[in-house]
């Protein structure tokens, strides 16, 4: 008994590897396996193990719908970058060409006027309302003076009633506080341009015995010292013969849009036309 116990762990272990020999000898002179005890464990896992294959295949499954769908959503977010930028590139694009298609315009008026004229852009509105006025981006330090010309290709604009060194501001033809020496084109019958009110412009102090018919375009006469003859400045809408004066007038509308206007031509000095600048189409 001593010796079995000073030596257990050494009987235990060859003991243990006598049964390990014996098992594999039978194991191998054996055709087919009949492990019992094997077959019941195989039989409990195995809905086991196909439980856990099934979780797995399903957590594998919805890790990879994930880094797809994450992917996916990255992937919108670029692509909707992309798709705003290539929109303001072409927003940018159109405003470039809007913006040549008026230069190139404004250009082709330049070359009907001879004298120092200058290229302005609009900077500014009247705000109060109590005026029609535009601010310009040029003034003294530009040789921009009071009393300047201002013209766009559409006709006249106004004219320089304040200077500043950087900015300058257009007294516009329809202010009821300003006066063109005009002509109509088709009867040369003279009369004076004012801006009225309601921000239209009249013709007054026509002789009545002369010809103005609705349609008639009004031009300058170039004799204010301001503008030079024949630019356009509107077209009659209304004649207005009624009472016993020397007199008749007419509704001129201007042929200039103010509201839209974003460039003009502002005169450093006396200048004229080449030519006599054309009327734009009726409507």
């Known amino acids: 008994m001593d010796f079995i116990r000073r030596n257990r762990v050494?009987?235990?272990?060859?003991?243990?590897?006598?049964?390990?020999?014996?098992?594999a000898v039978r194991t191998g002179r054996q055709r087919t396996r009949a492990d019992r005890l094997g077959r019941f464990f195989l039989e409990v896992m195995a809905p086991l193990q196909r439980s856990t294959a099934a979780v797995d295949l399903a957590v594998v499954s919805a890790w990879r719908r994930a880094v797809d769908l994450v992917r996916a959503r990255n992937e919108n977010v670029t692509l909707r970058a992309r798709v705003q930028q290539l929109e303001e590139a072409g927003d940018r694009q159109s405003e470039l060409e809007i913006e040549n298609t008026r230069l190139r315009g404004l250009?082709?008026?330049?070359?009907?006027?001879?004298?120092?004229?200058l290229t302005a852009r609009v900077v500014g509105r009247d705000a109060t309302g109590l005026a029609r006025t535009l601010v310009i981006d040029r003034g003294e330090e530009d040789g921009v003076v009071k009393g300047a010309a201002a013209v766009a290709p559409e006709g006249i604009v106004g004219q320089i009633f304040l200077a500043s060194?950087?900015?300058?501001?257009?007294?516009?033809?329809?202010?009821?506080?300003s006066g063109v020496d005009a002509l109509v084109q088709r009867t040369r019958a003279r009369g004076i341009v004012q801006g009225t009110i309601d921000s239209g412009c009249g013709l007054k102090y026509v002789k009545r015995t002369e010809?103005?018919?609705?349609?008639?375009?009004?031009?300058?006469?170039g004799?204010?010292?301001?503008?030079?003859?024949?630019?356009?400045?509107?077209?009659?809408?209304?004649?207005?013969?009624?009472?016993?004066?020397?007199?008749?007038?007419?509704?001129?509308?201007?042929?200039?849009?103010f509201d839209r206007l974003e460039e003009v031509l502002v005169a450093r000095g006396s200048f004229t036309l080449i030519e006599e600048a054309p009327a734009p189409p009726e409507e």
């Open 165 to 177: 060194r950087h900015a300058a501001r257009i007294l516009l033809v329809s202010d009821h506080n």
């Open 211 to 221: 010809d103005v018919q609705v349609g008639d375009t009004i031009v300058t006469s």
């Open 223 to 257: 004799l204010d010292g301001i503008f030079p003859k024949g630019l356009p400045i509107g077209r009659v809408v209304t004649v207005d013969k009624r009472g016993q004066g020397l007199f008749q007038s007419a509704e001129v509308a201007p042929r200039v849009d």
């Open 107 to 117: 250009l082709d008026f330049r070359r009907t006027l001879q004298g120092d004229i």
């Open 10 to 23: 050494f009987l235990t272990s060859a003991l243990c590897l006598l049964l390990a020999a014996g098992l």
